[in-house]
């Protein structure tokens, strides 16, 4: 009998459908990264702490170095492969957003879902989704300034 067990599932990331064979206590972020080949969600501290590892799971910022890959089955997950070009992705740039990078996949995805569910952020709101994730090279304020400039769009859209 084997100390390892293995389990397979589908874990439907970036809206294709992949079959993956992991062991029970697996993280997400190792069955995406090892398994799956999606490297842009980060090891950082694999605590919770940093929040480099950030992925969407059906719309929701979670950190996949805290969540079993297991827990994926049946949710749909988004990594930074998955949002291409996205209005938080050209600010990210546009206002240079970013120093090294290690922490900018996570930063973008708690952007993104915070600009797509929270339409009416005030600064505080915006302070408030920032402090999940942590950056050592830079301040803030031009990811504020990111995130500000997607929220003027989307109203001026509406």
């Known amino acids: 009998m084997s100390n390892n067990p293995l389990c397979s599932f589908l874990l439907v990331v970036n809206s ?3 079959v993956v064979t992991v062991r029970p206590a697996d993280t997400l972020l190792y069955a995406l990264r090892i398994h799956l080949g999606l490297t842009g969600s980060k090891p950082g501290c694999l605590n919770g702490d940093c929040g480099a590892c950030t992925v969407l799971v059906d719309g929701t910022p979670m950190k996949s170095c805290l969540m079993l890959a297991v827990e994926g089955e049946e949710k749909a997950i988004t990594t930074i492969e998955g949002l291409k070009n996205t209005p938080i992705q050209k600010a990210f ?10 922490c900018t996949p996570g930063f973008i995805m708690n ?15 915006i302070k408030d989704w920032l402090e999940s ?7 803030y304020k031009e990811i504020r300034e990111a995130v500000i ?3 003027h769009k989307l109203k001026k859209n509406e």
């Open 149 to 151: 400039s997607v929220l």
């Open 133 to 139: 994730n942590i950056c050592r090279c830079t301040g």
């Open 93 to 102: 740039v546009k206002h240079f957003a970013f120093q090294c990078g290690y």
């Open 16 to 18: 294709e459908e992949n």
């Open 111 to 125: 952007c993104h879902a915070l600009v797509h569910t929270e339409k009416d952020a005030d600064e505080t709101v």
